[in-house]
T-cell receptor
Framework: GNSVTQMEGPVTLSEEAFLTINCTYT??????LFWYVQYPGEGLQLLLK?????DKGSNKGFEATYRKETTSFHLEKGSVQVSDSAVYFC????????????FGSGTRLSIRP | DADVTQTPRNRITKTGKRIMLECSQT?????MYWYRQDPGLGLRLIYY???????NKGEISDGYSVSRQAQAKFSLSLESAIPNQTALYFC??????????????FGPGTRLTVL
């Protein structure tokens, strides 16, 4: 079945450091790929998404490129801020009739001032 | 005002009690979902509903039931709560007809503790 694997956390970085959070997936067909972010005490919110191979999703300085050849959707940001501290979830939908999302286990990111 | 609200935000209960968690949305979306979040496991789908007359089981529906009272309301019940149902519960909504790239919009969550 479909699944998502993302790097375990926690990840701790200094402010202005470069961020990569790895995500790989297993899916039949052509899934859509997502990154959701969960700030402390809040629900998840969509950060970015990509719907087909080679698409790049971007938002708030974060980027991720849909790589079908490596089944990956790694999240990157060139210069992180303290306000980026949150839990990040990679996710996919592979069933066009159900809109069900399969989430990775989440990666907690902490940014030091 | 928040588009997706959940009540209560926190609840502590005892084993064997019946609990209802409620979700309301003002987004006008047809589709609603219930997830639970456990540390290290991400979110897992409990039930989902594509309209008022449509209810479907997710991957972990045992021990739970749902009711879609109206387009805007979707409640989750634990008929007889047990300690391993201690978790953070999220309601979510999505729009219809945009295919499998639908964005889901989440409520703030309900933290449930079963003693």
């Amino acid at each position: 079945g479909n699944s998502v694997t993302q790097m375990e956390g926690p990840v701790t970085l200094s402010e202005e450091a470069f961020l990569t959070i790895n995500c790989t997936y297993t899916a039949t067909g052509y899934p859509s790929l997502f990154w959701y972010v969960q700030y402390p005490g809040e629900g998840l919110q969509l950060l970015l998404k990509a719907t087909k191979a080679d698409d790049k999703g971007s938002n708030k300085g974060f980027e991720a490129t849909y790589r079908k050849e490596t089944t990956s959707f790694h999240l990157e940001k060139g210069s992180v801020q303290v306000s980026d501290s949150a839990v990040y979830f990679c996710a996919l939908t592979g069933d066009s009739s159900a809109s069900k999302i399969i989430f990775g286990s989440g990666t907690r990111l902490s940014i030091r001032p | 005002d928040a588009d997706v609200t959940q009540t209560p935000r926190n609840r502590i209960t005892k084993t064997g009690k019946r609990i209802m968690l409620e979700c309301s949305q003002t987004k006008g979306h047809d589709r609603m979902y219930w997830y639970r979040q456990d540390p290290g496991l991400g979110l897992r789908l409990i039930y989902y509903s594509f309209d008022v007359k449509d209810i479907n089981k997710g991957e972990i529906s045992d021990g739970y039931s749902v009711s879609r009272q109206a387009q805007a309301k979707f409640s989750l019940s634990l008929e007889s709560a047990i300690p391993n149902q201690t978790a953070l519960y999220f309601c979510a909504t999505s729009d219809t007809g945009t295919g499998h790239a639908d964005t889901q919009y989440f409520g703030p969550g309900t933290r449930l503790t079963v003693l």
